[in-house]
């Protein structure tokens, strides 16, 4: 049973540039959460996602930023016109239920913007 | 002020001693994660709990739910477990993606 997968592990772009981020959760799992961690902070809470439906985006910046989780594939994480204020980890995790239940997080995507 | 508070932010210690990581939260939680950061920035969940205490290998995390206090121990520890250790809960407020308090960093010396 494959872990939670993110891709890409690094990725770079230049300012204005749109950047897409995907986590694929674990097998069985439908709710996924998307984090960043900005150099030298700790983990932040972004958005609460199960399939089709947003459940909480109040950590999301509210412009640029969108998610979604569709019925086939993976979640994406999209964010438009980057800026370099957006280089962070970006982290993935997934459980099988909400509020309660065991998270399991993604190797992260690393984004570097130039 | 963090909602998720951890100490000490940075340890250092010799292999083979025991390890402490106190975690204190201020708004009611309902489960408490411990998260392990390696150096190469993967997360790993090493527990959640929501009461008691749990126990894995030489890890062992216990939690207070009335004293708002949790605690992660490593046993004979080894160089192997130097990482960031990140506790992380569930908090009062809307989301409902987990509160992180901002990891303490763990060196175990040969």
């Known amino acids: 049973n494959a872990g939670v997968m993110q891709n890409p592990r690094h990725l770079v772009r230049r300012r204005g540039q749109e950047a897409r981020l995907r986590c694929s959760p674990m097998?069985?799992?439908?709710?996924v959460y998307w984090y960043r961690q900005l150099p030298e902070e700790g983990l932040k809470f972004m958005v609460y996602l199960q399939k089709e439906n947003i459940i909480d985006e109040s950590g999301m910046p509210k412009e640029r930023f969108s998610a979604e989780f569709p019925k086939e594939g993976p979640s994406i994480l999209r964010i438009q016109q980057v800026v370099r204020g957006d280089s962070a980890a970006y982290f993935c995790a997934s459980s099988r239920g909400g509020l309660g239940n065991e998270a399991f997080f993604g190797q992260g995507t690393r984004l570097t913007v130039v | 002020k963090n909602e998720v508070e951890q100490s000490p932010q940075n340890l250092t210690a010799q292999e083979g001693e025991f390890i402490t990581i106190n975690c204190s939260y201020s708004?009611?939680?309902?489960?408490l994660h411990w998260l392990q950061q390696h150096p190469g920035g993967g997360i790993v969940s090493l527990f959640m709990l929501s009461s008691g205490k749990k126990k894995h290998g030489r890890l062992i995390a216990t939690i207070n739910i009335q004293e708002k206090h949790s605690s992660l121990h490593i046993t004979a520890s080894h160089p192997r477990d130097s990482a960031v250790y990140i506790c992380?809960?569930?908090?009062?407020?809307?989301?409902?993606?987990?509160?992180f308090g901002k990891g303490t960093h763990l060196i175990i010396q040969p």
């Open positions: 992380a809960g569930h908090s009062g407020g809307g989301a409902d993606g987990l509160t």
């Open positions: 097998k069985g799992h439908s709710h």
């Open positions: 708004v009611g939680i309902s489960a």
